[in-house]
């Protein structure tokens, strides 16, 4: 069973950072290569969405909403994903959810971890 290890989250004030980290069971990883890890988020009343996706090959993409304040990047050997958010806004608080899609179409999400930015 492949399992995700989310951490990073917290409290933290407007226009600061936090650094969330995703970890994927190796055992899985070893046989079946992780295609793309994503990040999403999904605040109090709103659907989830998508923050910012990494390919296995290195080209990234983000949302316009944090586009220019976070950077995704990942550590294949560790088979762990970073999000980098920086100048952090009250807009951003929700909770972060880590998803892999594997080359088979396989796909599994973290538990999620919490962030709330305070103005």
């Known amino acids: 069973q492949v399992q995700l290890v989310e951490s990073g989250g917290g409290l933290v004030q407007a226009g600061g950072s936090l650094r969330l980290s995703c970890v994927v069971s190796e055992s899985t990883v070893s046989t079946h290569p992780i295609a793309w890890y994503r990040w999403f988020r999904q605040a109090p009343g709103k659907q989830r969405e998508g923050v910012a996706t990494?390919?296995?090959?290195?080209?990234?993409t983000y949302a316009d909403s944090v586009k220019g304040r976070c950077t995704i990047s990942r550590d294949n050997e560790k088979n762990t994903v970073f999000l980098q958010m920086d100048a952090l806004e009250p807009e951003d608080t929700a909770v972060y959810y880590c998803?892999?899609?594997?080359?088979?179409?396989?796909?599994?999400w973290g538990q999620g971890t919490q962030v709330t930015v305070t103005s």
């Open positions: 998803n892999v899609v594997f080359f088979s179409g396989d796909a599994y």
């Open positions: 990494i390919s296995r090959g290195g080209p990234t």
